[in-house]
């Protein structure tokens, strides 16, 4: 059998829709139009009346992460496998060395764990530390592994959490590099002193986990990577947005010509901080950093988002299990190992909550999800495109279909899923990866260690 034609679908880009057969072969689309001639024996996919996109890419993934004491769920595996099902084909991991570590050492930890992907992987490298032998070390991880863009944390300070000086030695070099620089925004030591106090105050429950890193903590660390970044010539990417204070602090940067990329997460979209008053400690599945927000800031970044203000829906995929990670804080919520799956859920949420409600367009939607991350994070156009001689990374949406999201059916590794009840318009009925049929109706047919790594300009 030679190659796969996707026939008569509707194909989805950014700026246009149309119908026609995309034919491919040998990892890479090699033909597309009406009524394709293919060789004999090709597969053929059936997308009449179902939409065609690019594959959904994530750049923010944390597959097999060590943190808190343990270790997310989902290894490069399972965890693409999930994306699969979901129609993410490519993800953009991290890699992050502990303070002290020398970088290479942790490249080197994370290429070789990332070499079970069935999907193909990139790694942001986390710079937790800096001195001149980091800045050493960042120019040859850009140099001999093509990674560019690499990833600071402002919170998590004394763990992996930089300061503001560590910070500013970051983007420069970055800079010098022309790579690009993405900041977690919490101002650490305000979530430090807030913890300290609620813990003392005997409110050890998850349920204070948002108190102690409220959105105002947010915004002005959202405001001050933005300066750092603005000091020094640099554009600046900021990863899982949440809040109308971070927003504010973005808009005003970019009415002053600073060039801000943003990131949002449908989880962030979709829940409000009700979800940490849930009895008996299931609070503890929705403590991520930072936290859902109270009802208000969903419309904030609707609006962004339809605006052309965020750039990529990502998921911020690490999922803890609820039996035995998520419980090492059931007696103080500083010790619940921060977040939660979505990769399968992402590409289908956002075409449910966004499209069909009329949020936004169908453009936005593929924009969002597959071409924007490909383009800031030097994949296009090799991912992120249908068009002849990218990748064969393709999604066939099925509008007719729906389904309930459920932890007892998603393929995250994990016992919990936050969008428990989430109704879903539509679903993938096929995944194309590197040109296989690597999700058919339900039917995972993916292939350990297919997953190539992923250099990027
Ligand atoms: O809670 C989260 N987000 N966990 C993953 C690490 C991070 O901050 O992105
Ligand atoms: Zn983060
Ligand atoms: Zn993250």
């Known amino acids: 059998m030679s190659g796969v034609v996707i026939r008569g679908g509707e194909i989805i880009t950014p700026l246009d829709r149309y119908h ?9 689309i090699k033909a597309i139009g009406p009524d ?16 065609v996109f690019p594959g ?10 060590p943190f808190m004491g343990t270790v997310s769920a989902d290894d490069f595996f399972t965890g693409t496998a999930a994306g699969v099902a979901g129609g993410t084909t490519s993800i953009i991991d991290f890699i992050i060395p502990s303070r002290g570590q020398s970088l290479l050492e942790a490249r080197d930890f994370w290429m070789s764990n990332a070499e079970k992907a069935c999907a193909d992987y990139g790694f942001h490298m986390a710079v937790t530390w800096f001195n001149e032998q980091v800045e050493k070390e960042m120019r040859q991880v850009h ?9 600071t944390f402002m919170a998590y300070i004394g763990a992996i959490g930089v ?27 305000a979530v430090q002193s807030l913890q300290r106090k609620l813990v003392a105050a005997g409110k050890t429950a998850p349920k204070y986990h ?27 990417y900021i990863v899982h947005l949440t809040c109308k204070e971070s927003m504010d602090a973005v808009i005003r940067a ?18 409000d901080d009700s979800v940490y008053d849930k009895p008996d400690f299931e609070g503890a599945a929705y403590v991520m950093s930072p936290p859902i927000r109270p009802l208000g800031h969903q419309e904030v970044l609707w609006n962004a988002l339809a605006a052309g203000l965020i750039h990529h829906v990502a998921t911020d995929h690490c999922p803890f299990r609820q039996a035995d990670q998520k419980v090492m804080g059931k007696d103080d919520f500083t010790k619940i190992p921060n977040g939660a799956a979505g990769i399968e859920n992402r590409m289908a949420l956002m075409y449910t909550y966004g499209v069909a409600k009329g949020r936004i367009s169908i453009h936005q939607f593929v924009d969002v999800c597959c071409t924007q991350p490909a383009k800031i994070f030097g994949l296009y156009p090799r991912k992120g495109a249908i068009r002849v001689g990218a990748d064969a990374d393709i999604v066939v949406y099925d509008p007719a279909r729906s389904s309930v999201i459920s932890a007892k059916t998603h393929h995250h590794h994990v016992d919990r899923n936050i969008f428990e009840g989430f109704a879903i318009e539509g679903g993938v009925s096929h995944t194309i990866v590197g040109g296989k049929v690597a999700f058919k109706d339900g039917d995972l047919r993916v292939e350990r260690g297919a997953g190539r790594y992923l250099r990027r300009t």
């Open 56 to 65: 959904g890419i994530d750049a923010h993934t944390h597959m097999e992460l």
């Open 163 to 189: 300061d503001d000086d560590e910070l500013i030695g970051v983007i420069d070099t970055a800079g010098s590099l022309g790579a690009l620089v993405t900041t977690h925004c919490e101002h650490g030591l």
């Open 210 to 236: 948002p108190q102690s890193r409220p959105s105002w903590v947010e915004g002005e660390a959202t405001n001050r990577a933005i300066t750092l970044a603005r000091c020094s010539g640099q554009p600046i």
């Open 143 to 151: 140099h001999e592994d093509g990674i560019s863009s690499f990833k």
């Open 20 to 28: 026609a057969d995309v034919y491919c072969d040998e990892g890479v």
């Open 254 to 271: 970019r009415q002053e010509g600073v060039m801000v990329f943003v990131e949002t997460c449908p989880q962030y979209l979709l829940l």
């Open 36 to 51: 394709l001639d293919v060789p004999k024996g090709a597969e053929v996919v059936d997308a009449g009346g179902q939409l």
